[in-house]
Nanobody, 129 residues
Framework: QVQLVETGGGLVHPGGSLRLSCITS????????VGWFRQAPGKQRQAVAC????????IYADSSTGRFHIVRDNTRNTVYLQMNSLNADDSAVYYC??????????????????????WGQGTQVTVSS
């Protein structure tokens, strides 16, 4: 059974940091691209970052560049999202998603929700003083 479970969300002050984890099971993570997305109330789901199977080509949304960092650890079946310099606009439910590329050497990852097949249930991040 394919599962993605996001952990690490919570309440943080502006300027603070959080590290989210996407813990996967039921499939071979090393052939799957993984993306992080977020959705605030009343807004569309938007991309945060993604990472390919060869780990060489992470892609960041403009709002994440320079502040967020995505890393994958296939031995732990986990993908992390380190978020720094958080502000109120970062408040949202954060989701991780995965799609099978059939290769451990692919450079591809997408920033559209339709690029992904499997989704977690999300974790809430609230940035507030």
């Amino acid at each position: 059974q394919v599962q993605l479970v996001e952990t690490g969300g919570g309440l943080v002050h502006p300027g603070g940091s959080l590290r989210l984890s996407c813990i996967t099971s039921g499939f071979r993570l090393n052939t799957h691209a993984v993306g992080w997305f977020r959705q605030a109330p009343g807004k569309q789901r938007q991309a945060v970052a993604c990472i390919s199977t060869n780990r060489q080509s992470p892609i960041y949304a403009d709002s994440s560049t320079g502040r967020f960092h995505i890393v994958r650890d296939n031995t732990r079946n986990t993908v992390y999202l380190q978020m720094n310099s958080l502000n109120a606009d970062d408040s949202a439910v954060y989701y991780c998603a995965a799609v099978d590329l059939g290769s451990q050497m692919s450079e591809y990852c997408g920033l559209m929700p339709d690029d992904y097949r499997y989704w977690g249930q999300g974790t809430q991040v609230t940035v507030s003083s």
